[in-house]
Nanobody, 117 residues
Framework: QVQLVESGGGLVQAGGSLRLSCAASGSIFRFKAMGWYRQAPGKQRELGATITSGGSTNYADSVQGRCTISRDNAKNTLYLPMVSLKPEDTAVYYC???????????WGPGTQVTVSS
């Protein structure tokens, strides 16, 4: 079972920036896709951004243009730098990975991002 651990969250003022990281236990070559999802208080978990093993990316409208998802296969790490943060970006951000062979879904424990106005 793969383990995913997010880091990089914190408290930031509106307009600020953060870079989220997700470290995987073992090679991320085995994942057909990885992504970032977020869940605000009282709301359902929603898509942030995804990236396939081939490098294709997809972004939610809410973050489009303000973040760039990337994966470093050598470091087994997924990144999400975010700029121009807004209070509505406040949420717990989760890393997700889908295994190529089993299609098993794995999630990290999440990292809190709080944007103050």
């Amino acid at each position: 079972q793969v383990q995913l651990v997010e880091s990089g969250g914190g408290l930031v003022q509106a307009g600020g920036s953060l870079r989220l990281s997700c470290a995987a236990s073992g090679s991320i070559f085995r994942f057909k896709a990885m992504g970032w999802y977020r869940q605000a208080p009282g709301k359902q978990r929603e898509l942030g951004a995804t990236i396939t093993s081939g490098g294709s990316t997809n972004y939610a409208d809410s973050v489009q243009g303000r973040c760039t998802i990337s994966r470093d296969n050598a470091k087994n790490t997924l990144y999400l730098p975010m700029v121009s943060l807004k209070p509505e970006d406040t949420a717990v951000y989760y890393c997700n990975a889908i295994a190529t062979l089993s299609l098993r879904d794995s999630w990290g424990p999440g990292t809190q991002v709080t944007v103050s106005s």
